[in-house]
């Protein structure tokens, strides 16, 4: 065999090699949804959702996790929103090219490779302990919205990015102020990609469990939270506790509490993926 | 006094001397042309009566320019406020991504200018002094993206005279439109005169000497001459003015 | 009037700023603290050459190197999966595959980073490890290799996606030269491609190196919570970050020594990932000028 006829055969072989590799993530994503899915669907009733946890898996139910997990969100968002996009019209938009902005986006990089556990950490010392907070959605919010602010600023800062610089010459043309400009201007155009940022990174918050396992979210929690300051649980610790006990019907109900969970997850990057799109068609520059 | 004035204004991006010693007086309710090759200077020089080149990094002016006597750079004045008083309309259309109508009210809204009926009255008037009420009156809360391109251009001329500034600074205004579009323009211009002072930079000499008054030829950032429009095209002064003009160099 | 209001509005936006800032100084000054009164009643070389980790049982010893094991032994067991899947990937994507097929992969893959740990968790734990069972019989139920093997299918696309903006970053004329010589596909995309993208590929490499150490779930559900010093993936070890979980579930008395451990485990933690992701950023900053 000649060499170009060794070469292309060792190019057809690689081809069908990488797609094989392409295939092994999917294959698995599939397999993983067929597992979680077989276990558990039929696990999946009105009891499930509305019942609270109990010591016996048939009676158990995700009812305190999910109220934790909308409390948490809800919380979180409110939070890390503003204090996000806010860092990031000042990064974009104020502090451009002056040492101080330099040095918070290299330690806004940093903040991004952390592991979530540590911010679990800070969060114990900092909200629970130092400022009192205790073991509360508060503190859980608190500590999920520092995790996911990087995440905001980044998507932030693309979406304000990509406003064309022909429109903010618009406006300061017409004597607007900075403010101005940035509130009629900018951050109208920017609001898809900004919203899209938004919707993402709260999707990592409401999968995260290591943080919210150190700063006490506890296991098991036989009673709704009516306030930010209550103790509470959350369907990822939930899903996590049922996991490692040994009895058959927990893993079953583990199973459950995945497909909520992922539902949720699937349809808020749906969601982010949408919007993206949408208003990519809308503001055609 | 003239209404717009510059006195030996040098600017410099950096390393680059872009504008080198120019002086200039522009008088009221005149049409002024800027002339030129490319990179000659005359966009950063009409830049510099709004402070538009405040905006670029790395850029030092030296030297007076004046408006109404007054002195743009010296003395205490508000940015945002003096540029209200200027209006600029740049090369390529940039409507906001709004309505018709909310683009036109912009530098009214901006002012904290509420009255229905006061902004109503001024959307009609700026649209109609811009010779486009008729094409869009119909439906003012479209989306300024769907005119075309001569209309997006329009309309930027509407939103800056809604704010009733004296001067109006004009980019190559049409110099990205079609030819029906651009002799709209011109028009236009011509119409404006008796309430504003215009100044426009144009890359196309036939259009400066059909509309202007007194038209400045700058090349490589000096200011070569500066004459009535009809002087410079039939018995210009330089010999680089000459050259310019008949197509020699550019 | 206007313009008190907007330095107001700047100040309040350079405060969000600041946060982040605050958030580093936080991270620090927390770990700090608590294992600087950790290292008063543990020597230090026990700590980092002690291969016998039980803070909490009688007869305590404070050696970390079990635990720097287990957390080293799943994440080179996760990247001995993903390094090759991913760049191959990432290669094939680049090279080889259409517009249409990137784009419909590329979200797909997205999609494996997206998922909750805790759900790859019960995915090692309840369907690879008996899996991997049912032909490696001395497999425990709770081992480094099913952990570490799902971690690097979930890391997949970290590599994937980082790589092949490195090599999308190559200019084309370089990939020209090495078409116009009749190179192959294969030729040009490890002769010319991979070198000349090597920088961003070592970059994805280190940064997915670092987000496999920093993972918890995955490795609390299915590698188990038994420190060991072993390299071997058959048996239940502990990493960092299971460990930290196992006590901050636990019943363990404040400022006692056994809930600073918490602390200068995350310490080291910190210190590695840290480390590792300001490497990175190094190497970006270094060779990011050579195709400027």
């Not at chain 3, 490890?129 to 490696?136: D, E, G």
């Amino acid at each position: 065999m000649s060499r170009s006829q060794i070469n292309k055969i060792k190019n057809l072989a690689f081809k069908f090699f990488a797609i094989g590799c392409t295939s092994v993530g999917l294959i698995v994503l599939l397999v993983l949804l067929y597992v979680v899915i077989s276990q558990g669907f039929s696990r999946i009733d009105s009891d499930f959702i509305t019942n609270l946890p109990s010591r016996m898996a048939s009676k158990s139910g995700i009812y305190t996790a999910l109220l934790g997990m909308v409390w948490i969100l809800i919380l979180t968002v409110c939070i890390s929103f503003p204090v996000g996009v806010g860092a990031g019209i000042y990064l974009e938009e104020y502090g451009k090219k002056n040492r101080f902005a330099n040095f918070i986006e290299v330690n806004i990089s940093n903040l991004a490779g952390v592991p979530s556990i540590i911010y679990g950490i800070l969060g114990l010392e900092l909200f629970g302990r130092f400022l009192g907070f205790g073991n509360s959605i508060l503190t859980g919010s608190l500590t999920l919205s520092l995790l996911i602010l990087p995440l905001i600023i980044v998507s932030t800062r693309e979406a304000i990015k990509a406003v064309p610089k022909s429109l903010r010459e618009a406006s300061y043309g017409l004597g607007a102020t900075k403010w101005q400009t940035v509130w009629n201007v900018v951050l109208p155009s920017a609001f898809g990609g900004i919203m899209t940022g938004l919707i993402l990174a709260v999707s990592r918050a409401i999968g995260e469990t290591a943080p919210l396992i150190v700063i006490g979210a506890l296991v098991y929690v036989p009673f709704a939270p009516t306030s930010p300051l209550d103790e509470f649980t959350v369907l990822p610790i939930q899903i996590f506790n049922w996991v490692t006990r040994p009895q058959a019907g927990f893993v079953t109900n583990a199973a459950a509490a995945i497909i909520i969970l992922l539902t949720f997850t699937f349809m808020m990057n749906g969601i982010a993926v949408i919007i993206r799109n949408r208003f990519n068609k809308k503001t055609k520059f | 006094m003239y209404k717009l004035e510059a006195r030996n204004v040098n600017l410099n991006y950096g390393e680059k001397h872009a504008l080198k010693n120019i002086s200039i007086g522009i008088e009221s309710n005149t049409v002024t042309a800027f002339i030129g090759p490319s990179g000659c200077g005359k966009s950063t020089f009409l830049r510099c009566f709004n402070r538009m080149n405040d905006l670029i990094d790395n850029v030092k002016i030296s030297g007076d320019i004046l408006i109404d006597g007054r002195n743009v750079y010296k003395s205490k004045i508000d940015v945002d406020e003096h540029r209200k008083k200027i209006g600029m309309v740049f090369q390529k259309p940039n409507p906001f991504p709004k309505s018709i109508y909310e683009n036109v009210i912009y530098g009214l809204r901006i002012n904290g200018v509420r009255d229905k009926a006061l902004l109503d009255e001024s959307v009609e008037r700026s649209l109609k002094q811009a010779a486009l009420w008729e094409e869009v009156k119909d439906d003012l809360k479209k989306s300024a993206l769907s005119l075309s391109g001569g209309q997006q251009q329009r309309l930027c001329i509407a939103r800056a005279m809604a704010v009733e500034p004296s001067v109006i600074l004009m980019d190559e205004p049409a110099s990205a439109l079609d030819p029906i579009s651009t002799s709209k323009i011109e028009d236009l211009i011509y119409e404006l005169k008796s309430k504003y002072t215009i100044v426009i930079v144009t890359h196309n000499m036939q259009q400066a000497a059909r509309i202007s008054d007194k038209t400045a030829f700058f090349y490589l950032g000096e200011l070569i001459e500066y004459n009535q429009t009809v002087t410079m095209f039939t018995n210009p002064d330089k010999e680089q003015t000459q050259n310019y003009i008949t197509g020699r160099f550019g | 009037m206007a313009k008190v209001k907007e330095k107001a509005i700047e100040g309040f936006l350079i405060c969000c700023s600041l946060i982040t800032v605050l958030t580093t100084l936080g991270i620090i000054l927390v770990l700090a603290t608590e294992t600087i009164a950790f290292f008063r009643e543990v020597s230090v070389i026990e700590f980092f050459t002690g291969t016998e980790w039980t803070p909490l049982f009688a007869n305590k010893k404070f050696g970390i190197l079990p635990l720097v094991c287990g957390t080293l032994l799943t994440t080179s067991i996760a990247i001995a999966v993903a390094l090759p899947l991913g760049l191959t990937i990432a290669i094939y994507l680049n090279e080889y595959a259409h517009q249409k097929f990137t784009a419909i992969v590329k979200p797909l893959l997205e999609i494996l980073a997206a998922v909750p740990t805790v759900v790859y968790g019960f995915f090692a734990l309840t369907f690879v490890t008996p899996f991997l069972q049912s032909f490696i019989p001395d497999l425990s139920g709770f081992n480094a290799l099913s952990a570490g093997l799902v971690m690097g299918v979930m890391i997949i696309p970290y590599i994937s996606s980082l790589s092949e903006d490195a090599l999308r970053a190559v200019p084309k004329s370089l990939r020209e030269a090495a078409y116009g010589m009749g190179s192959t596909k294969l030729q040009t995309a490890f002769r010319v491609m991979v070198p000349a993208a090597s920088s961003g590929i070592v970059v994805s490499v280190i940064l997915a190196i670092s987000r496999a150490i920093g993972e918890t779930m995955i490795v609390a559900v299915a590698a188990g919570q038994e420190p060991k010093f072993t390299f071997n993936p058959l048996t239940s070890i502990e990493t960092i970050t299971t460990y930290i979980v196992q006590v901050s579930m636990g019943d363990v008395p404040q400022n006692s020594l056994e809930y600073r451990t918490i602390f200068s485990a995350g310490m080291a933690l910190f210190i590695f990932t840290f480390l590792l992701n300001n490497i990175s950023f190094f190497i970006k900053k270094k060779f990011q000028q050579r195709y400027e």
